[in-house]
């Protein structure tokens, strides 16, 4: 059993009992790490936001709506946006989805029409 412990002392002056890498210093105390383990949890937390994992879900031509529904919303709190021009982009984005939604659908009825067919024999 490794019993190697870090060099460094915690906050509270006990001793840090994680365990070391190649410098005697866990990656929270070896000063080499320190500023990609900061940059690493930057990211992740702004990879963990609700907005950015709905963005990873979208397909890329809905990023590109959202990105402009998004910039519209902005426009309209700052007085840039006649509120009626966002409205109205809320409208047609709202068909687009539908249209979208609709287009899914059938996707997936037709590659289980012809996965059934398949099983089935039908399929050549």
């Not at 080499?32 to 979208?58: C, P, V």
């Not at 529904?69 to 966002?86: F, N, V, W, Y």
């Not at 109205?88 to 659908?105: L, Q, W, Y």
Request: with cysteine.
């Amino acid at each position: 059993m490794n019993t190697a412990a870090c060099q460094s002392t915690r906050r509270d002056g006990s001793a840090c009992k994680a365990t070391p890498t190649a410098s005697g210093h866990c990656f929270a105390h070896d000063s080499a790490l320190q500023e990609r383990t900061a940059n690493g949890r930057r990211s992740g937390g702004f990879n963990k936001s609700n907005a950015r994992r709905a963005a990873k879900t979208l397909p890329a031509d809905m990023r590109a709506l959202a990105a402009q529904l998004m910039q519209g919303i902005s426009e309209c709190h700052t007085g840039a946006l006649d509120p009626k021009r966002l409205s109205a982009m809320g409208t047609a984005a709202g068909a687009v989805v539908r249209i979208h939604e609709v287009a899914e659908t059938e996707q997936r009825i037709q590659a289980l029409e012809q996965a059934a067919s398949v099983r089935k024999g039908w399929g050549s």
